[in-house]
T-cell receptor
Framework: ELKVEQNPLFLSMQEGKNYTIYCNYSTTSDRLYWYRQDPGKSLESLFVLLSNGAVKQEGRLMASLDTKARLSTLHITAAVHDLSATYFCAVGETSGSRLTFGEGTQLTVNP | NAGVMQNPRHLVRRRGQEARLRCSPMKGHSHVYWYRQLPEEGLKFMVYLQKENIIDESGMPKERFSAEFPKEGPSILRIQQVVRGDSAAYFC?????????????FGPGTRLTVL
């Protein structure tokens, strides 16, 4: 059974600082996704990572994938308050279509 | 191009009643997924459907829960005889048969409260 672990689960940081969220998964996968969720809202797609070594950047967020280590990272550069949200990684099973989600990282960026 | 649509957005039921949640996928998408999110938790897969077929229902409780995606109309997740533990946000997602990334796009969710 595929397991996905994120850390940290809670992250409080100051504006302007950098930090990294980690996503580990337990079995082989060929696709990993990062989503953002604001309180009471749906999931917004941030990144789709499909190959080993994939790196994607959008604004202050950068995501990478290492399929050999079964690890993805979401790096936050010079955080701003608007980035406060919960971030989920989700891993697709190679043999199927379901996604397995991590527990989420609740990010709070303080002025 | 409208996104994934779900209704109702909020649903309140008393214990023992039935809940029906509807999901219309994005135009051109033929795959529908249902996930459940309990408070302060991640999403948990429930069921994956294509038109008129249930492909994977391994995440759905064996009793009281059922799902369908008819040839015409939205996908429906049905919960019979609801209990307090069914209170959660239920999200539907859809994807395209031809998408290499198999990316799933999520609807706004239905927040079910069982009194």
């Amino acid at each position: 059974e595929l397991k996905v672990e994120q850390n940290p689960l809670f992250l409080s940081m100051q504006e302007g600082k950098n930090y990294t969220i980690y996503c580990n998964y337990s079995t082989t996968s060929d696709r990993l996704y990062w989503y953002r969720q604001d309180p009471g809202k749906s999931l917004e797609s941030l990144f789709v990572l499909l190959s080993n070594g994939a790196v994607k950047q959008e604004g202050r967020l950068m995501a990478s994938l290492d399929t050999k280590a079964r690890l993805s990272t979401l790096h936050i550069t010079a955080a701003v308050h608007d980035l406060s949200a919960t971030y989920f990684c989700a891993v697709g099973e190679t043999s199927g279509s379901r996604l397995t989600f991590g527990e989420g990282t609740q990010l709070t960026v303080n002025p | 191009n409208a996104g994934v649509m779900q209704n109702p957005r909020h649903l309140v039921r008393r214990r023992g009643q039935e809940a029906r949640l509807r999901c219309s996928p994005m135009k051109g998408h033929s795959h529908v997924y249902w996930y459940r999110q309990l408070p302060e938790e991640g999403l948990k897969f429930m069921v994956y459907l294509q038109k008129e077929n249930i492909i994977d229902e391994s995440g759905m409780p064996k009793e009281r829960f059922s799902a369908e995606f008819p040839k015409e109309g939205p996908s429906i997740l049905r919960i019979q005889q609801v209990v307090r533990g069914d209170s959660a946000a239920y999200f539907c997602a859809s994807s395209s048969l031809t998408s290499g990334s198999r990316e799933q796009f999520f609807g706004p969710g239905t927040r079910l409260t069982v009194l």
